[in-house]
């Protein structure tokens, strides 16, 4: 494109004398005058939120991270309590979108390859099964779905009457009660959720807010997830299996050896984006009160008022991981490339 | 006896018996999905309430509640939730803007009406949509935005930000594509910037921040913050949808148009976007269902769209506790769009991509 331009472009006479025809003299002014107007606009944004804090009364600093948050957080991989700093319930807060979405990316990559995998069955109950699924799930908003899931989880019974499909298992509007193993005095041990006055006492707590989540974005982007895995596997050549059966190769060779390969290739760069947007959307958690960092975000900011202070930390971290997670997603995908093409 | 044999043939030749294994998976999970479709039926047919008598209550929902759905919550609240809380006398406004919308979006479907006087329709509808839930003028009654809601809010936020997204997109794609490195730093900076944060983080950022960026006599509405949070993030996706569709462009269209002595606005304009737009359709389309989805994140900032509507009809001591129903009933609506919607994209896909092949 470049070499074409030249040719349409007057020729640039020997003189360094500056012309209007010259479209690099042209570009040049065009920058300037684009990145001035950027400038410009970002310095009046700054000088009139600067007027409009001081006459708020807003002290604008990050000072605020260090006093004390005074509002507990019902779940909690950290230790934590309502006398800890802000900062501090930002650090639970991220541990929390870590820890759903990279639980929520395992299942949802399990349940998507499944249902991927449903959908080309020859089975056709189980392949219209799985295409209703991907397009119900594809077709409803996720907000919506969250806000279903929890509407489910607070209509299941009581603790008194909770689910009890094996020993050990409660499902109730509480959340769901599992063994844990404990260890006590260096042997490994079962502990089982114990039903006290209000609820389980012992084992493994899932609360209501985790499960929604936690099935809410994995069901979802599974959805998204099948229907890559489904074009990836069309996407391999049908010459490729039949030549894998003339080499007398397995059924379950020929998928693992030849086409599964061939497939991963077309499907991580997709999949990489879907995993991404899980993670991104486990700031829905807002709407239910997962205790992940957009809902300590919006506390923080309606209790000290520090909008901006609040919403950049939020927009920054989510900047940092999504930067992280697609670098690392890259590097796996160029080794899977070269291997594909060096065989 | 031949209608019989008939009968016999098309019910060997239905996909779910064409073969021994056909036959014995669909007995069996056709056992699974009968006996679940039954118990489904129950709860939402059989057992279900669908309407109250005034001045009970929710009382006979809650009798029922666990073993029957309680429909009666949609009948009771189905204004509210379809129109949020629009003056009563006037409702016939939302219900004509809505089907303005629809009309658009049954318009756009028509492929001998993709000209460029179609962008001037996408714009002259919203801005019609507004005049007439807005009032103040032609003798109707003024109503603020605080009052508008259900499906004619969700319509107007998904196509406003959508048409006025559409030219910063096409903008942010060129200026990802220039040669001037100022130009396409700021667009690559901006566009992955935008892309790698939530746009709950953006819908936010618009609903507290951008009052603090302008004079304080200046007071910016909560639904157009909204949109521009909208058009902020649909600007980004439309720019890398678009960017698929410059990329497509063989380069023996610029080099014609360069052969011609065209200057760089020209070929943009007349060769480089109406091919680069016309081969992205679906994906535009696609962007498209995917943000009037996402109109509904609208609900965390206290705006009553269609899901925020919902939200809100279950905070109501009255019904509070039915949700499994209100929000069934609103996935149905949006299903019923996105669904029709993206059977037609799915087709015009196959459709344009035969034509290319040709």
Same mark, same amino acid.
């Given at each position: 494109?470049?070499a074409?331009?030249?040719i349409?472009a007057?020729?640039?006479?020997?003189?360094?004398?500056?012309?209007?025809?010259?479209?690099?003299a042209?570009?040049?002014i065009?920058?300037?005058?684009?990145?001035?107007l950027?400038?410009?606009?970002?310095?009046l944004?700054?000088?009139?939120?600067?007027?409009?804090?001081?006459?708020?009364?807003i002290?604008?600093?990050?000072?605020?991270?260090?006093?004390?948050?005074?509002f507990?957080?019902p779940?909690?991989?950290?230790?934590?309590?309502?006398?800890?700093?802000?900062?501090?319930?930002?650090?639970?807060?991220?541990?929390?979108?870590?820890?759903?979405?990279?639980i929520?990316?395992?299942?949802?990559?399990?349940?998507?390859?499944?249902?991927g995998v449903?959908?080309?069955?020859?089975?056709w109950v189980?392949?219209t099964v799985a295409?209703w699924y991907v397009?119900?799930?594809?077709?409803?908003p996720?907000?919506?779905?969250?806000?279903?899931?929890?509407?489910v989880?607070?209509a299941?019974?009581?603790?008194?009457?909770a689910?009890?499909?094996?020993p050990g298992v409660?499902?109730?509007?509480?959340g769901?009660f599992?063994?844990?193993?404990?260890?006590?005095g260096g042997?490994?041990?079962?502990?089982?959720?114990?039903?006290?006055?209000?609820?389980?006492r012992?084992?493994?707590?899932?609360?209501?807010?985790?499960?929604?989540?936690?099935?809410?974005?994995a069901?979802?982007?599974?959805?998204f997830?099948?229907?890559?895995?489904?074009s990836?596997?069309?996407?391999?050549?049908? !010459?490729?299996?039949?030549?894998?059966s003339?080499?007398?190769?397995?059924?379950?060779?020929?998928?693992?050896?030849?086409?599964?390969?061939?497939?991963?290739?077309?499907?991580?760069p997709?999949t990489?984006?879907?995993?991404?947007?899980?993670?991104k959307?486990?700031?829905?958690?807002?709407?239910?009160?997962?205790?992940?960092?957009?809902?300590?975000?919006?506390?923080?900011?309606n209790?000290?008022?520090q909008?901006?202070?609040?919403?950049?930390?939020a927009m920054?971290?989510?900047?940092?991981?999504?930067l992280?997670?697609?670098? !690392?997603?890259?590097?796996?995908n160029?080794?899977?490339?070269l291997?594909?093409?060096?065989? | 006896m031949?209608n019989a044999t008939?009968?016999?043939?098309?019910?060997?030749?239905?996909?779910?018996?064409?073969?021994?294994t056909?036959?014995?998976?669909?007995?069996?999970?056709?056992?699974?999905?009968?006996y679940?479709?039954?118990?489904?039926?129950?709860?939402?047919?059989?057992?279900?309430?669908?309407?109250?008598?005034?001045?009970v209550?929710?009382?006979?929902?809650?009798?029922?509640?666990?073993?029957?759905?309680?429909?009666?919550?949609i009948?009771?609240?189905?204004?509210f939730?379809?129109?949020?809380?629009?003056?009563?006398?006037?409702?016939?406004?939302?219900?004509?803007a809505?089907?303005?919308?629809?009309?658009?979006?049954?318009a756009?479907?028509?492929?001998?009406?993709?000209k460029?006087?179609?962008?001037?329709?996408?714009?002259?509808?919203?801005?019609?949509?507004i005049?007439?839930?807005?009032?103040?003028?032609?003798g109707l009654?003024?109503?603020?935005?605080?009052?508008?809601?259900?499906l004619?809010?969700?319509?107007?936020l998904?196509t406003?930000?959508?048409?006025?997204?559409?030219?910063?997109g096409?903008?942010?794609?060129?200026?990802r594509?220039?040669?001037?490195?100022?130009?396409?730093?700021?667009?690559?900076?901006?566009?992955?910037?935008?892309?790698?944060?939530?746009?709950?983080?953006?819908?936010?950022?618009?609903?507290?921040?951008?009052p603090?960026?302008?004079?304080?006599?200046?007071t910016?509405d909560?639904?157009?913050?909204?949109?521009?949070?909208?058009?902020?993030?649909?600007?980004?996706?439309l720019?890398?949808?678009?960017?698929? !569709?410059?990329?497509?462009i063989?380069?023996?269209?610029?080099?014609?148009?360069a052969?011609i002595g065209?200057?760089?606005?020209?070929?943009?304009?007349?060769?480089?976007?109406?091919q680069?737009?016309r081969?992205?359709?679906?994906?535009?389309?696609?962007?498209?269902?995917?943000?009037?989805?996402?109109?509904s994140l609208?609900?965390?900032?206290?705006?009553?769209?269609?899901?925020?509507?919902?939200?809100a009809v279950?905070?109501?001591?009255k019904?509070?506790?039915?949700?499994v129903?209100v929000y069934?009933f609103?996935?149905a609506?949006?299903?019923t769009?996105?669904f029709?919607?993206?059977?037609?994209?799915q087709?015009?896909?196959?459709?344009?991509?035969?034509?290319?092949?040709?």
């Amino acid at each position: 494109m470049s070499a074409t331009i030249r040719i349409v472009a007057a020729p640039r006479s020997s003189s360094s004398r500056w012309s209007w025809r010259d479209p690099r003299a042209r570009a040049a002014i065009w920058q300037v005058v684009i990145v001035g107007l950027l400038v410009g606009t970002i310095a009046l944004i700054a000088v009139q939120t600067t007027t409009n804090l001081r006459s708020r009364g807003i002290a604008s600093g990050f000072t605020y991270l260090t006093r004390s948050a005074g509002f507990e957080i019902p779940e909690s991989t950290l230790s934590y309590s309502s006398r800890d700093s802000y900062g501090r319930a930002l650090a639970v807060g991220i541990v929390n979108t870590l820890r759903v979405s990279t639980i929520g990316v395992l299942a949802a990559v399990m349940l998507g390859v499944v249902i991927g995998v449903a959908r080309l069955s020859s089975i056709w109950v189980v392949s219209t099964v799985a295409k209703w699924y991907v397009e119900v799930l594809r077709n409803t908003p996720l907000l919506l779905q969250l806000l279903f899931w929890y509407s489910v989880m607070l209509a299941l019974p009581t603790v008194h009457d909770a689910i009890h499909p094996l020993p050990g298992v409660f499902l109730s509007d509480r959340g769901l009660f599992l063994p844990s193993i404990g260890w006590h005095g260096g042997v490994p041990s079962l502990d089982m959720p114990q039903l006290m006055r209000f609820s389980f006492r012992g084992g493994l707590w899932i609360t209501p807010e985790f499960a929604t989540l936690l099935v809410g974005l994995a069901t979802y982007t599974a959805a998204f997830i099948a229907e890559i895995v489904r074009s990836g596997v069309l996407a391999v050549d049908k !010459g490729q299996t039949e030549a894998a059966s003339a080499l007398g190769l397995s059924r379950y060779r020929t998928l693992r050896l030849v086409v599964l390969p061939q497939a991963l290739r077309v499907i991580i760069p997709p999949t990489t984006s879907q995993l991404l947007n899980l993670f991104k959307n486990s700031s829905l958690a807002v709407a239910i009160g997962y205790p992940e960092l957009m809902s300590i975000t919006t506390t923080t900011l309606n209790q000290t008022g520090q909008a901006m202070e609040a919403i950049l930390i939020a927009m920054t971290c989510y900047l940092a991981i999504s930067l992280s997670i697609s670098l !690392g997603m890259n590097s796996y995908n160029r080794r899977v490339v070269l291997r594909g093409q060096g065989a | 006896m031949s209608n019989a044999t008939a009968m016999m043939r098309s019910v060997r030749s239905a996909p779910m018996f064409r073969d021994r294994t056909n036959t014995i998976a669909t007995a069996m999970f056709g056992a699974i999905l009968v006996y679940l479709g039954a118990r489904f039926a129950r709860w939402a047919v059989v057992n279900a309430v669908w309407t109250v008598p005034p001045g009970v209550g929710s009382a006979p929902c809650r009798a029922v509640a666990g073993s029957g759905a309680c429909w009666a919550v949609i009948s009771d609240r189905l204004r509210f939730i379809s129109l949020g809380t629009y003056p009563l006398d006037q409702q016939w406004r939302p219900v004509v803007a809505s089907l303005l919308f629809i009309a658009l979006y049954a318009a756009s479907a028509r492929r001998s009406w993709w000209k460029p006087g179609l962008f001037v329709l996408w714009l002259a509808v919203p801005a019609l949509a507004i005049v007439l839930l807005r009032g103040g003028w032609f003798g109707l009654s003024s109503v603020a935005t605080e009052f508008w809601g259900g499906l004619p809010l969700t319509f107007l936020l998904s196509t406003v930000s959508f048409a006025l997204a559409f030219p910063f997109g096409v903008a942010l794609a060129l200026g990802r594509r220039s040669e001037m490195p100022a130009v396409r730093t700021m667009s690559i900076t901006y566009i992955e910037l935008i892309r790698a944060v939530p746009l709950v983080s953006m819908i936010f950022m618009a609903a507290v921040m951008f009052p603090l960026f302008v004079p304080q006599s200046f007071t910016l509405d909560k639904l157009l913050r909204a949109h521009v949070a909208f058009v902020m993030v649909m600007s980004a996706y439309l720019a890398e949808v678009l960017r698929g !569709g410059l990329q497509a462009i063989p380069k023996g269209q610029y080099e014609a148009a360069a052969s011609i002595g065209l200057p760089y606005w020209p070929t943009t304009v007349m060769i480089v976007l109406p091919q680069a737009v016309r081969t992205t359709i679906p994906s535009i389309v696609n962007t498209f269902i995917g943000f009037f989805k996402d109109t509904s994140l609208v609900a965390v900032i206290g705006l009553f769209d269609l899901l925020g509507a919902a939200k809100a009809v279950i905070v109501d001591p009255k019904w509070v506790g039915f949700g499994v129903e209100v929000y069934l009933f609103v996935a149905a609506v949006y299903f019923t769009f996105t669904f029709s919607v993206s059977r037609y994209t799915q087709r015009l896909e196959r459709v344009l991509s035969a034509e290319r092949n040709h």
